[in-house]
Structures are given as structure tokens and as C-alpha cells.
């Protein structure tokens, strides 16, 4: 990687704490980040340099997936870091900071390059490019990436207000729309399982697949991020970006080259064959939402999500959705993708299930065999890995029939520490690699389908369902798909109440 100089706007948040300090010591560890760079921490609230360092090491500690090594090797990255107050409205504090990195670049060799790494509210995102121009950050001969961290937008014409406020002062081809989903190990493994692999393809289609069905449950409620999430909803937090994020990594056509725009293009050919809801009525068949109630988990009572910090007592706003859709074009015409998503839901999991059509003839049935359809499955998250079910003798019997599952299970190969998704995001960013990030036309689609269903929920709030927190959300989910002859496949294969998670998932080592 070439030298440069990253700015984290926003470092005395929790984004930063959490995800972004860890991955600079990954990649450090790793030699990914060489010695020509420089950490320059941006926020109002005043820190030395020293406090500065000390709150990377904390996060470092508590969140990274390597140890410190020792006080030697930590100095030597340490002084890497340093922090600048500034209010980001303030354009004098831009040229400070032009100056502060006139220091660096010399002190650290960087190239004059620049990753601005914007950890902030998104209504401050615009501001920020804009004053980045008006201080000279810009201004010299190496190159200047925008990193942008989600929501963009909070629907389409909010996102082409923020695009074309950004389009000022970057390219399109230097800024990089993060959808973190995009950077986890399993979901970039969908494309390499499809197209590496010759017996995938010729089954990927309408004629062999009946259904797919792309989970994304999570235990937590909204936590202390209610004041944003009240606003936001699952729809836009999860539905937007992440879910169809994957359900284009599933439906996709194989790129012709790995160029990072043919993949771009191959995977907004999907958005723009999403089948848009009509009205009203369209949506409300189509898309269950449900928002929890008080209930119970692992023995504990959890509170409703009205009754949570920052959230509306009188809330409408969905902590669950499950939506049907469909993908006009030639290979999936026919084929319902069902996404689901929720807060407070009993496990912590992203899966991913594709259900193949049966077999013409059972040739078992006479024997009063019914056959379970084969399902391919990717985990991704927090378990890693790909099963596939399929029908087989059970060993000694008289032709029983039972379902098996060949099973590779990466993150018990290897443990839960393949690299973090913002690890990786953040050197292919620094690489100037954009695959794994979101093109401006991705994001407009996106909205342009999602918009549809909150407009209709904007219309009323009586479809609105409930479910107990603890529980697998509304009953009218599952009955969006009997209607159609389909079940939601349990997680991890196995049936609700049987998976106690803390036992299946094996723990994130720390490496040392
Ligand atoms: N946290 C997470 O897990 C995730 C976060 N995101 C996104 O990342 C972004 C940041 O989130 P998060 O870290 O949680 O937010 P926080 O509220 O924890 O942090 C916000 C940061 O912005 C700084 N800030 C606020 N106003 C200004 C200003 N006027 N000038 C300079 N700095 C300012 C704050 O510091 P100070 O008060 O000192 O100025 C703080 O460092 C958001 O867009 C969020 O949607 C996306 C996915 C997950
Ligand atoms: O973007 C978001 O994602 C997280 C879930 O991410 P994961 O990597 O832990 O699966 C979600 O909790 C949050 O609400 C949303 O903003």
C-alpha cells in the first residue's frame, strides 16, 4: 500500500472505538499498512496527543482481534496517531489541519496521499467535503479518497441531495459509500462460491431453485442508539443497504472480469429488475412489519421497544420487516427472494438459504417417503461457512431416507478471525480498490425500491404487527410464505429452541 495520511472524523466516537482503531492495529500487524502513514483523529471535544493515543489503546485492548505485542512495538505505532480538535462547520480549523498534515507528510513520507474517513451523522457529511476543498486538503499532487459511512440518506432525495453536494468536490470513482456487510468474509465468498465452482451455475436458476431466503436477526434492541434508529427503522437500517446488498451478490450475472465495475454493473442489472410495488395494497402483501413488545430471552425479561431510551412511547416505527421480492429478468422470473430482518429476535445471525425445487419423481414416495428439498447454505455471521442438505440413506436401515448435511465450517477450521469486514473495507479504501463499496447508482436504486414501502407506511400504521422480544417476529411473516408453499428455514439448520447459539458459535480467539 502506498503511503497516505487517513483523517478520522468522528475518532472520539463509537464507530471508531469499536471498529476503526482495531483494524488500523490489524493491518498494521499484518505489514498491510507499511510505515509511510499517518493517523490524524478529528472531533470537537479537546484531547492531547497522549490522551489520544491512550483511548486507541483502550480500543485496541478491548476490541481488536491481536494483542498488543509489547510497549516497544506499541510506541512504534502509537506515534503514528495524532489528534486535532475541530468542529467541522469551521473552516479556519481546515486550514490548521492542512498545516498539521504539511508536518506529516514530511515526517512520514505519505505521497501526499489523503483517505478522509467520515465517522460522523450523515447530515455533517456534506459540510465536510466541502470544507476539506476550502482548507486545501486537496490541493496536492497524490490521491484523495472519501470514505462515507452509512445511512446515505433517508431516501432518494435525500441521498441525491448528499450525492450531488459530495459530486462538488470528489469524483464518483474516489468515493467510497461503506456497507460493511459488504466486507464480511462469507458474503464476498457468495460471488467465489458461484463462479468458481462448475456445479452451482448450471442450477442457478428459475428451473432448479424454488425460493431464497436471506436472514439478518439480531438479538440486541436498539441499545443507547434509539434516538437515531426511531427515525430510521429496520427497513432503512438493514433493508436498503445490507439485505439488498446480499440478495444482489445472490442474483447477480457472472462479471465478465473482476474489474470492480463490471461487478458494480452486474450487481445494479439486479436492482433495476426488482419488481416495484405498485400501492398501497401491493406492499401490505408483500411486506410484513412488526415492532417488539416486552418479552423474554435466556430468562431474562426484555422491555418493549417503546418502552426504550430516545424512542417515541407512541412509536410506529418497525423493528422488524420481512419483505417477498421478485427479480424480473430471465434467470429468477418466478423465484420469490424472502428477506427477513429484526431486532430482539432469539439469535444472532445472518444466513443465508437457497431451497432447491424437488426432484420430478420420487421414486421413494411408494415407500411413503417424502424427501426434504436440498438447501444450499451460507452462514455468515457469526458463524462462517456453507452446508449443503441433501437426501440420503439413513447407514443400516431398510431405505430410510433422512436429510444430511455436508458441512464446511470455516470459522471452526479457522476460528471467528478472518479479517473484520472494517479491516479489510479500510485497506481495499487505501488500495483504491472499490469493489466492496456501494456505487451511486446502487444506493439510488435502492431507495428507489425501498421508498416504495415507506411510502405506504407512511399512508397508515395499521398493519403495523407486534411479537414478543425473544420471539421469531410476527405470525404473518410465516404466513406470507405458506401462502406460497414455503416455510423459513430454521437457522443453522436446526429447529427453533433447539440451537442454543453460545454452544454452536466458537468463540473469537485473540491472536497474540
Ligand atoms: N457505531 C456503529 O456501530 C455504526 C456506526 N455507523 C455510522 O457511523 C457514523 C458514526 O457513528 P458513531 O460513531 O456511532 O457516532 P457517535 O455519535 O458515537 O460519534 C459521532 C462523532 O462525531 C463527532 N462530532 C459530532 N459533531 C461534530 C462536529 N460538529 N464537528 C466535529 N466532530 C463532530 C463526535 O465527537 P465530538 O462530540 O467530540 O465532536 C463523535 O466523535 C454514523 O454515520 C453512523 O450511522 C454505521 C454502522 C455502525
Ligand atoms: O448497520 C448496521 O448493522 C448492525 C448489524 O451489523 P452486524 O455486523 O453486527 O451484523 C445493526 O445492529 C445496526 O442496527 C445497523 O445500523
Known amino acids: ?42 472531533a470537537r471535544r479537546p484531547r492531547t496527543n497522549e490522551q489520544f493515543r491512550e483511548d486507541v489503546q483502550r480500543s485496541i485492548n478491548d476490541f481488536a482481534r491481536y494483542k498488543i505485542a509489547d510497549d516497544g512495538e506499541w510506541q512504534e505505532f502509537a506515534k503514528h496517531f495524532e489528534y486535532m ?13 492542512n498545516a498539521l498534515t504539511a508536518k506529516l507528510d514530511e515526517r512520514f513520507q505519505t505521497g501526499g496521499n489523503r483517505l478522509f474517513y467520515l465517522a460522523l451523522a450523515p447530515e455533517l457529511f456534506g459540510n465536510v467535503s466541502y470544507n476539506l476543498r476550502e482548507g486545501g486538503l486537496l490541493e496536492t499532487k497524490g490521491w484523495h479518497r472519501l470514505v462515507i459511512e452509512k445511512p446515505f440518506g433517508y431516501d432518494l432525495p435525500s441521498a441525491e441531495r448528499l450525492n450531488s453536494q459530495l ?6 470513482q474516489d468515493i467510497y459509500r461503506i456497507d460493511h456487510y459488504l466486507g464480511k468474509e462469507m458474503v464476498q465468498n457468495i460471488e467465489f462460491v458461484r463462479f468458481a465452482n462448475a456445479f452451482f451455475e448450471p442450477l442457478w436458476n428459475n428451473k432448479y431453485i424454488a425460493n431464497i431466503q436471506i436472514t439478518l436477526s439480531e438479538t440486541v434492541g436498539v441499545e443507547e442508539r434509539g434516538g437515531y434508529y426511531d427515525h430510521s427503522g429496520a427497513l432503512r437500517d438493514m433493508g436498503q443497504n445490507h439485505m439488498l446488498q446480499m440478495l444482489m451478490m445472490m442474483a447477480m450475472e457472472p462479471p465478465s472480469r473482476l474489474h470492480p465495475e463490471d461487478i458494480r454493473d452486474e450487481k445494479v442489472k439486479v436492482l433495476r429488475s426488482l419488481r416495484l410495488f405498485e400501492n398501497s395494497e401491493d406492499v401490505r402483501a408483500n411486506v410484513v412489519r412488526g415492532q417488539y413488545t416486552n418479552g423474554t430471552a435466556k430468562g431474562k425479561s426484555l422491555p ?46 445472518t444466513e443465508v438459504v437457497v431451497e432447491f425445487k424437488n426432484i420430478p419423481n420420487n421414486v421413494y414416495l411408494a415407500k411413503k417417503h417424502d424427501l426434504q428439498p436440498n438447501l444450499l447454505v451460507f452462514r455468515v455471521n457469526p458463524m462462517e461457512g456453507i452446508y449443503f442438505k441433501m437426501n440420503a440413506k439413513q447407514p443400516g436401515s431398510e431405505g430410510v431416507i433422512v436429510p444430511v448435511a455436508m458441512d464446511f465450517c470455516q470459522s471452526c477450521q479457522i476460528g471467528i478471525n478472518t479479517p473484520e469486514a472494517y479491516e479489510r473495507l479500510l485497506h481495499d479504501a487505501a488500495r483504491g480498490d472499490s469493489t466492496y463499496f456501494t456505487r451511486w447508482d446502487e444506493v439510488a436504486l435502492a431507495w428507489t425500491y425501498v421508498d416504495r414501502i415507506a411510502a405506504a407506511w407512511a399512508e397508515t400504521s395499521t398493519d403495523l404487527k407486534t411479537y414478543p422480544a425473544g420471539s421469531w417476529g410476527p405470525d404473518e411473516a410465516a404466513e406470507m410464505l405458506a401462502k406460497d408453499g414455503f416455510k423459513w428455514w430454521p437457522i443453522n439448520g436446526q429447529n427453533e429452541g433447539e440451537v442454543d447459539w453460545e454452544t454452536v458459535a466458537p468463540k473469537a480467539s485473540v491472536l497474540t
Open 85 to 97: 480538535s475541530l468542529d467541522i462547520n469551521n473552516v479556519a480549523g481546515f486550514h490548521e489541519l
Open 1 to 42: 500500500m502506498s503511503g497516505a495520511v487517513f483523517y478520522i472524523f468522528g475518532a472520539t466516537g463509537d464507530l471508531a472505538k469499536r471498529k476503526l482503531f482495531p483494524a488500523f492495529y490489524s493491518l498494521y500487524r499484518e505489514g498491510k499498512l507499511g510505515h509511510n502513514f499517518a493517523v490524524v483523529g478529528l
Open 167 to 172: 459530486r462538488q468536490v470528489f469524483e464518483e
Open 304 to 349: 418493549a421497544y417503546r418502552d426504550e431510551d430516545s424512542v417515541n412511547p407512541q412509536s410506529t416505527t418497525e423493528t422488524y420487516f420481512a419483505a417477498r421480492v421478485h427479480v424480473d429478468n430471465f434467470r429468477w422470473a418466478g423465484v420469490p427472494f424472502y428477506i427477513r430482518t429484526g431486532k430482539r429476535l432469539p439469535l444472532k445471525t
